[in-house]
């Protein structure tokens, strides 16, 4: 059973780093691609980044973009988001989400697994 768990978010002052976590057990495929998302209340979860088993990366757009960077650990089967230089419209819930082809996506529809969020939040 594919489990996915996120941890690592918390309260952080503005301009501060946070790193979350994503913890991906009972993985039954070697070729994987695992994608963070955000979400704030009323609004459409929105792609971060996305890393695969293959090394392939999608990297963060718009305001994230050079701020927010994924990478994995396989021996611990773990992904990770770092993200540096938050800002107050960076609060949201995180997800990290997973589908068994190492292929990145920035649609939320093409994952299969999904953790149950973690909270980030940004104090200006």
């Known amino acids: 059973q594919v489990q996915l768990r996120e941890s690592g978010g918390g309260l952080v002052q503005a301009g501060g780093s946070l790193t979350l976590s994503c913890v991906d057990s009972?993985?039954?495929?070697?070729?994987?691609?695992v994608g963070w998302f955000r979400q704030v209340p009323g609004k459409e979860r929105e792609f971060v980044t996305a890393?695969?088993?293959?090394?392939?990366?999608?990297y963060a757009a718009g305001s994230m973009k050079g701020r927010f960077t994924a990478f994995g650990d396989s021996a611990k089967s773990t992904v990770y988001l770092q993200m540096r230089s938050l800002k107050p419209e960076d609060t949201a819930v995180y997800y990290c989400?997973?589908?068994?082809?190492?292929?990145?996506?920035?649609?939320?529809?093409?994952?299969?697994?999904w953790g149950q969020g973690t909270q980030v939040t940004v104090s200006s």
């Open positions: 009972g993985r039954t495929s070697s070729g994987w691609s």
């Open positions: 890393v695969s088993s293959t090394n392939g990366i999608a």
């Open positions: 989400a997973r589908k068994n082809f190492p292929i990145n996506s920035r649609n939320k529809g093409d994952y299969e697994y």
